[in-house]
């Protein structure tokens, strides 16, 4: 027995350690089985980490990989390792003398059976795991992690399970590699069709801004960008275009960089090398050159390609991240691959736009022709020449001027700014005058004819020149002189805000054809403006001639005579003001044009206010071009764009009776031949405004003789008080067509003023209307004897206000005998409502009221007196009666005897 026990105990550890092998191996197969069917890594480790688990019998255990972006271990696959001694492993790996460290730096496995036993251990793995095994994931002599396995207690780990584990980890480091080759296989087919996707969607379109669109969606499919880019090299100007640049899916606008100041970009396009760069703060330091912000910020990683049609390199394309480490070398051959085919694309775009281009300039040569010639009216002659060469050379403004060599000024004739003009370009200066005498280079066009181009930062470009061109809002101008029958008449200006610009020799030589062909049709235009212009100077004179004679109504005949004027003329607008000698005004009595009615009724200080002001005073006509240069000029808000202002006198035998005035927005809009017009046109409206004063005068006199006439029937047709005085206010009221008139009596005994009759007036003011004499306005004109006015009773402190409509007041005593027996009043609701004619007209009725109030009166004292006579004599014969028969009553008792009884 002695014997067999050991041998017995041998034979047993025989079977463990065959049992333990066959395990391992059996383990080994799982996980070579599992690697080769899935391509899920993440099944794939937690199914491998599992078994060595299950084999080794340790505790937990985890398998970290190296990631290169954050710089650290990240754990893919655990089970049961705490949160702190993972967070151990993943900052021991840039240690190379941590026990962690060892082994991603170094390639090497470490065991610990246990951790009480090694000195400075229990910090860093702590009390809970007594016992550890780490084995490098190796592929190809590359570390791409680590696993890590623990246990509770210390164990003692023997050469097998390091076996083991050294060829679990080699099988997971061959599931990496599947993995890899798989993501590789994967993303050379999402290449090869993104490629693909790339060469349908731009072989539908010979558009570049399309084309670049494309290219750029497609490239986002393919990789996690940030910013991307396609810049193209314009060799003859040494600039790189940046076409098309997208930061965080926001699309910027186009510009440019000379090619020594395009950082990166410009490098590749030099060098025709692509660069790749991992982590830009860490590698600016080693760069072929200085990286440049256009972004919101700096990006961690940069790739560039050049774009390269045969030999020659033609731009650059770029994809950018603001993460480190956001491309590798996949990325960079599947930009290259892109960029050979963007290329293709971009140059047959270009030379489809060149072909499209030239076209267009044919066709805009031709348009041009037809545009200008088709039109007599200047003004849109103008309009669609600037139009045409702004579109012709893509100008972001154009302005058209025409040049007066002898005062060396030129003034803006068409304006036109195009979809990208700044604000600056887009303030018209339309009809402003400048002085070009310090404008040294476009004098020098105009002189010599020919065509030149001037820019902001140009040290050859005069101190005028640049002024102007910084007042119009471009960086570059080419100046187009405007030429016919080898006259230069003014020039064009092609405004490009958006950069600096050398316009092309074809941009010039097209500019300067259509410039050729439209300076004839300008001239054309003028002289069909001024033929008009003739006709219908004679036409309005014509026409204001029939107006004057078609009616004898004073405001209807101003309206009449203004409306034609701009209806025929197109002014802005046209005034007749006429004097007001007495309060030295003249007053704004007719309007028409851009405001209307609106300022009807304003009055100027003759003398002192405005133009017409001083024409008023001196009764000479004032031609001004330029209202701005003019201290005469009166500013209305209303009337804010007016620039030039023609006013002649309207007089009178002699004597100036008011203004003709027309005002225009064009600098220089009147000439001798408007003043001879509207001069003539001044005579007839003198004759007319006399003619309807006089037919007024007379209708006002027929209709104050009407109503005393009417007065006087009424006042004849009844002698009683009442009837009387209701006539006379209700007669007045209609024709003097006011708001209300009343009629005052003045009580002898209380000497009180108290309404005896009135038309217009509610009755509650009738009983509280009772006046002492000199209080109010009535009792001031009763106490005065004097007739008063009054404009505005709200501004008059002795009004006493029964009534609060009553705005203005006109009242006029009645006298009788030299005594004032009392008040005629009328009053309206608008201020300022009665003239002289009104006042002549109440005095007249209140003199013949007076005079029918006392034939009332007289004819009520008469009446009395006889009704008094009457009574008298009925009292007489009544006595007379009494006496006879008082007589005969004697006479009998005398005849008869006296009898006794």
């Keep these: 027995m002695s014997r067999t026990a050991p041998v017995s105990s041998n034979l047993s550890a025989i079977v463990e350690r065959k049992q333990s092998r066959h395990d391992k191996l059996s383990a080994l197969d799982a996980i070579a089985a599992i690697v080769n069917r899935s391509t899920d890594l993440d099944e794939i480790l937690n199914n491998a980490l599992a078994t060595v ?62 951790v009480a036993r ?26 791409l992690g680590m696993m890590i396995v623990v246990s509770h207690s210390p164990r003692q780990i023997a050469p097998e399970d390091m076996t083991f584990l050294t060829c679990a980890s080699n099988q997971i480091g061959t599931a990496f590699e599947k993995t890899l080759l798989y993501e590789e296989v994967e993303r050379r087919a999402e290449e090869t069709a993104i490629l693909h996707d790339i060469s349908i969607a731009t072989a539908a379109t010979l558009d570049l801004d399309e084309a670049l669109r494309l290219i750029y969606e497609q490239v986002g499919r393919a990789m996690k960008i940030s910013t991307f880019f396609v810049a193209l090299y314009d060799e003859q100007k040494e600039e790189l275009n940046f076409e098309l640049f997208v930061d965080k899916g926001k699309r910027l606008e186009r510009f440019s960089r000379p090619l020594e100041k395009g950082g ?17 703060e860490k590698e600016q330091d080693n760069l072929p050159a200085r990286a440049i912000v256009v972004g919101e910020e700096h990006s961690k990683s940069w ?50 736009a060149q072909t499209q281009q030239r076209v267009k300039e044919l066709s805009s040569l031709f348009q041009a022709s037809v545009a200008t010639s088709s039109s007599l009216e200047v003004e849109e002659v103008l309009r669609n020449l600037a139009k045409r060469v702004a579109r012709v050379v893509d100008a972001t403004s154009v302005c058209i001027w025409d040049w007066n060599p002898e005062t060396q000024t030129a003034t803006i004739l068409a304006h036109h700014t195009g979809p990208e003009a700044t604000k600056q370009e887009r303030i018209s200066h339309l009809g402003e005058t400048y002085s070009i005498s310090d404008c040294p280079i476009t004098i020098g066009v105009l002189r010599t004819r020919q ?45 490009e805000s958006r950069r600096e610009r050398q316009f092309e020799h074809r941009e010039i030589r097209l500019c300067q054809t259509i410039a050729n062909q439209a300076a004839i049709a300008v001239e054309n235009a003028w002289l069909y403006e001024d033929e008009r212009k003739r006709v219908a100077q004679l036409k309005a004179i014509g026409e204001v001639g029939q107006q004057i004679a078609s009616t004898l109504d004073l405001d209807e005949l101003l309206h009449r005579v203004v409306n034609s004027l701009v209806n025929v003329f197109d002014y802005y607008c046209a005034n007749i003001l006429l004097v007001d000698a007495d309060a030295g005004e003249i007053i704004l009595q007719a309007s028409a044009g851009h405001s209307g009615r609106m300022y009807e009724g304003y009055r100027l200080k003759i003398g002192q206010q405005g133009i017409t002001g001083w024409v008023a005073q001196t009764g000479e006509p004032l031609l001004v071009n330029d209202v701005t240069k003019d201290p005469r000029y ?12 023609l ?120 009983k509280e209307a009772r006046l002492k004499m000199g209080e109010g306005i009535a009792g001031k004109v009763a106490a005065e004897a004097k007739p008063l006015y009054i404009p505005d009773a709200r501004q008059n402190p002795i009004f006493v206000p029964f009534d609060p409509a009553v705005r203005s007041l006109l009242v006029v005593p009645m006298i009788s005998k030299g005594k004032v027996i009392g008040t005629l009043c009328i009053d309206d609701d608008k201020p300022d409502a009665f003239s002289p004619d009104d006042g002549r007209l109440l005095t007249i009725a209140a003199a013949q009221a007076a005079v029918a109030i006392e034939n009332a009166q007289l004819y009520e004292s008469s009446k009395k007196r006889a009704e008094e006579l009457a009574e008298a004599y009925a009292e007489l014969q009544a006595l007379d009666r009494l006496q006879q028969e008082f007589v005969q009553n004697v006479s009998h008792e005398l005849r008869t005897p006296l009898t006794f009884i």
């Design 53 to 114: 688990l299950k084999v080794t019998g340790m505790d937990a255990g985890g398998i970290f990989v190296l990631d290169e972006e954050a710089g650290d271990l990240r754990l893919v696959a655990h089970s049961g390792l705490s949160p702190q001694f993972t967070q151990q492993i993943r900052e021991s790996k840039h240690d190379r003398g941590s026990l962690f460290g060892r082994v991603v730096q170094e390639g090497g496995p470490i065991v610990v059976e246990s």
């Design 264 to 280: 990166l970009t410009g490098w590749i396009v030099r060098s025709r090398q692509p660069l790749l760069i991992h982590n830009l």
């Design 451 to 495: 065509p030149l181009s001037i820019s902001i930062s140009d040290p050859y470009t005069g101190e005028g020149d640049k002024a102007r061109l910084s007042e119009l809002g471009g960086k570059t101008s080419l100046i187009i002189p405007l030429m016919t029958r080898d006259r230069v008449i003014g020039f064009i200006d092609l405004l």
């Design 634 to 645: 009166h500013f209305v808000e209303e009337l804010r764009d007016t620039r030039s202002e």
């Design 647 to 766: 006013a002649v006198p309207i007089k009178a035998k002699g004597e100036v009776m008011g203004v003709l005035d027309v005002q225009s927005t064009q600098l220089d809009a009147f000439d001798e031949e408007d003043l001879f017009t509207l001069s003539t046109l001044a005579d007839q409206v003198s004759v007319a405004i006399e003619n309807a004063r006089l037919y007024r005068q007379t209708q006002q006199r027929l209709a104050e003789v009407s109503t005393l006439y009417t007065l006087a029937k009424q006042v004849i047709s009844s002698l009683e008080l009442n009837a009387v005085l209701d006539s006379i206010v209700s007669t007045l009221k209609l024709s003097i067509n006011c708001r209300a008139c009343s009629l005052f009596l003045l009580d002898e005994e209380s000497q009180m003023l108290e309404i005896k009759a009135a038309a217009g007036i509610k009755p509650r003011w009738r």
């Design 303 to 352: 790739l560039g390609m050049p774009l390269m049609v045969k030999d020659y390199v033609i731009g650059a394309i770029s994809v950018q991240s603001y993460r480190p480490h956001a491309f590798d070398e996949g990325h960079k051959r599947l930009l290259a691959a892109i960029a050979s085919q963007a290329a293709l694309v971009i140059e047959n775009a270009r030379l489809y």
């Design 118 to 143: 090694e000195a400075g251990l229990s910090g860093l793995v702590g009390e809970e795991y007594q016992a550890l095994i780490g084995v490098p994931l190796s592929l190809r002599e590359t570390v």
